[in-house]
């Protein structure tokens, strides 16, 4: 049983390049989202995501960031023109279903993306 | 805002001894608590709690919530070197268009031999 993939493990990009990040959830799972943990921080809400649609983007900068969850292949999170501060793990969630529809799910983590920008 | 509060932010104890890791909160529309262990990866998944007063437990980690109180904790007995880890207390915050998890900083715990 796989668990949520991503990839990247690692990504190293110089300032103004873009930066894409992959996850695939865990087999039966719909709902997909990203969390950006900084050095020493704990883990913030950026997107939730599900199959073409983007349920909630309050936590994703307006500008350079883009999310998408395709009906075929896994969710991608786009960074255009990263600057230094976008350094950070990019961790991927997901799970089965979203509370109040089939009752609460937990969210399961894949090992993240370490983004580095020179 | 939503904020959810861990403490103590380190923790060092001795293999053997019993821990305890608080974690408070304030979040609308709450609808669980969820804790997780993070070592060098992925957040792994302990425990989520929905009703107050009712511990979850397994093997030597246990857990209650209390949402008059709005906390939670998470004891961990007879501590081993493979506890030590950042955990994540989380709170998922839902509404009919939104859905997300709400974390504390961590609190780091370390188990010395």
């Known amino acids: 049983n796989a668990g949520v993939m991503q990839n990247p493990r690692h990504l190293v990009r110089r300032r103004g390049q873009e930066a894409r990040l992959r996850c695939s959830p865990m087999?039966?799972?719909?709902?997909v989202y990203w969390y950006r943990q900084l050095p020493e921080e704990g883990l913030k809400f950026m997107v939730y995501?599900?199959?073409?649609?983007?349920?909630?983007e309050s936590g994703m900068p307006k500008e350079r960031f883009s999310a998408e969850f395709p009906k075929e292949g896994p969710s991608i999170l786009r960074i255009q023109q990263v600057v230094r501060g976008d350094s950070a793990a990019y961790f991927c969630?997901?799970?089965?279903?979203?509370?109040?529809?089939?009752?609460?799910?937990?969210?399961?983590f894949g090992d993240g993306t370490r983004l580095s920008i020179l | 805002e939503d904020k959810v509060v861990q403490s103590p932010l380190s923790l060092v104890v001795h293999e053997g001894d019993t821990v305890t890791l608080n974690c408070s909160y304030e979040?609308?529309?709450?609808?669980?608590l969820l804790w997780y262990k993070q070592e060098k990866k992925a957040p792994t998944f302990l425990f989520m709690l929905?009703?107050?007063?009712i511990e979850k437990k397994s093997g030597r980690l246990s857990s209650i919530l209390d949402k008059k109180e709005l906390f939670s904790i998470l004891n961990i007995t007879a501590t081993q070197t493979g506890d030590s880890a950042v955990y994540l207390c989380?709170?998922?915050?839902?509404?009919?268009?939104?859905?997300?998890?709400?974390f504390g900083q961590g609190t780091r715990l370390t188990i010395n031999p």
């Open positions: 989380a709170v998922a915050s839902y509404t009919d268009t939104a859905q997300k998890l709400v």
């Open positions: 979040v609308t529309n709450f609808r669980s």
């Open positions: 929905t009703s107050s007063g």
């Open positions: 969630a997901s799970s089965q279903s979203r509370a109040g529809g089939s009752g609460n799910q937990p969210q399961h």
């Open positions: 087999k039966g799972h719909s709902h």
């Open positions: 995501l599900q199959k073409e649609n983007i349920i909630d």
